[in-house]
Structures are given as C-alpha cells and as structure tokens.
C-alpha cells in the first residue's frame, strides 16, 4: 500500500483540519512549508510546477539550500523544469549528489531517461499527469498502471488527484500526493470509500446525504476518507 501525502495546504486553517482528520502525511514546497512543520512526515516539493503555472522562473540555489537546512524529510523533490526533460536532466546531473533528492520523470517522457533516473535512484517521481487526472483520462491510467505493475515500489505519482487513480494505483506505487481533498470540497463534492466497489470516489455533498456540511466539513470529510483509505487506517465496519 502507498502513502498518500496531503498537498496544497495554503493556511493554518486547513493544517488544522487535516490535524484533526488524523492526516501524518503532508507534501509542501517552500512557500508553504511553513503550515507543515509540525506533521509526522514531510516531504518537500520544489514549487516548479506553481513557478511554471506563473510565469516565473524558480529560483533553483536558493531552493537547494532551503532543501538542505531542513531536517526529517522523507524526501525532497528535485526542481524540474516543466515540460522541458532535457533541461530536467541536464539539472539532475548537476545535483543528483544531493542527499534525500528524488528525480522527477514527466509522464510521457523519453523512456531512456526514465530507465537512467530508476538505475540512479530509489524512488522516482512521476509528473505532468495533473491535466490527465483533471481529465479523468481512462487510457493514461491504464498506462499509468502497467508502468507501475512493471517497476511495483519505485515511483511516487504527483498530482494524483482523481480518486479512481488513487485507488487503482495504490498498492504498486511506493506513495503518491494530491490537493483532492480541496478539489472535492472547492466544487461541493465529499471523497468517500464506496463499499460497494472498494474504491474511492467523489460526489455531490448533496447526493451523499451530506448537503448540510460547510466547506470545512467537506474538506475534513474528504481528508479523512483519504487518509484512512490510502494509509492503512480503513476499518470496514460491514466486514
């Protein structure tokens, strides 16, 4: 089973309510690092993917070293260039020495990188999947699945955040993240565990029964339907 680490944590309100759904793992980059210190394990993302959607250029030194001065990571992300995997591998040659670092292969990319990047490291991540998982893309999941089923325990997936994806995945990917716990909420949906199919999925509020919860009911919901799904913590009370 994979650990799904909880991404896009913006504000002390929502660390508290991912505290107070049991939520261990958390994944942040620099500019929001500071909402997750306190949380059992962490992982560090470079924020290109944030730098990319505006328009500016990350600042990589600087990032090395906030990298660096942290302590207790589970890992931390190298800074990718998006959409761009040469200059992605250019930068991972220069820093692969970098202690914790993991490189970062975006999904469709050059197959020889990705062998190169799996022979170096332990772990590897797997980006540029958000637009597919937005899109609930039943061909990149399929091919998503036979890579994983063909490299079990090796990958970390960014941006999982179709709940489907989430569950197909799970057990042969090493960990995975996602912001599906805002997403849901954002569009008045709950992430539950369907006992009927055993995955996990999102609806209505409303549809659920559950048209009465604020935002911040729905994002505690959503939370801890994750979190006990996908970190081992699901207790099925029928069984």
Request: charge should be negative; charged fraction near 25%.
């Amino acid at each position: 089973m994979a650990i799904h680490y909880f991404s896009g944590i913006a504000s002390a309100v929502e660390e508290e309510i991912l505290r107070e759904a049991g939520v261990k793992h958390v994944l942040a980059d620099p500019k929001d690092f500071k909402h997750v210190q306190g949380f059992e394990r962490r992982v560090l993302d470079s924020g290109a993917y944030r730098a990319w959607k505006a328009g500016t250029e990350l600042d990589v030194e600087a990032y090395i070293a906030f990298a660096c001065e942290q302590e207790g990571l589970d890992f931390w992300v190298m800074p990718d260039v998006i959409g761009d995997e040469l200059a992605t591998a250019r930068r991972w040659e220069q820093y692969k020495g970098a202690a914790g670092m993991i490189p970062v292969w975006g999904y469709g990319s050059s197959p020889e990188l990705l062998e190169q990047y799996l022979a170096e490291s332990d772990l590897v991540g797997i980006g540029s999947i958000a637009k597919a998982m937005h899109e609930k893309d039943k061909s990149v999941l399929a091919r998503l699945q036979k890579l994983v089923e063909a490299h079990p325990g090796r990958f970390h997936a960014f941006g999982l955040n179709w709940p489907l994806a989430m569950s197909r995945l799970d057990q042969g990917l090493a960990s995975h993240d996602s912001s599906a716990w805002l997403k849901a909420a954002r569009y008045g949906h709950v992430v539950f565990r369907n006992t009927r199919t055993g995955n996990l999925q999102s609806a209505p509020a409303r549809v659920l029964g559950l048209g009465h919860l604020d935002r911040t009911e729905r994002l505690f919901e959503s939370a801890k339907a994750i979190n006990m799904y996908c970190n081992g913590e699901y207790v099925d009370e029928a069984a």
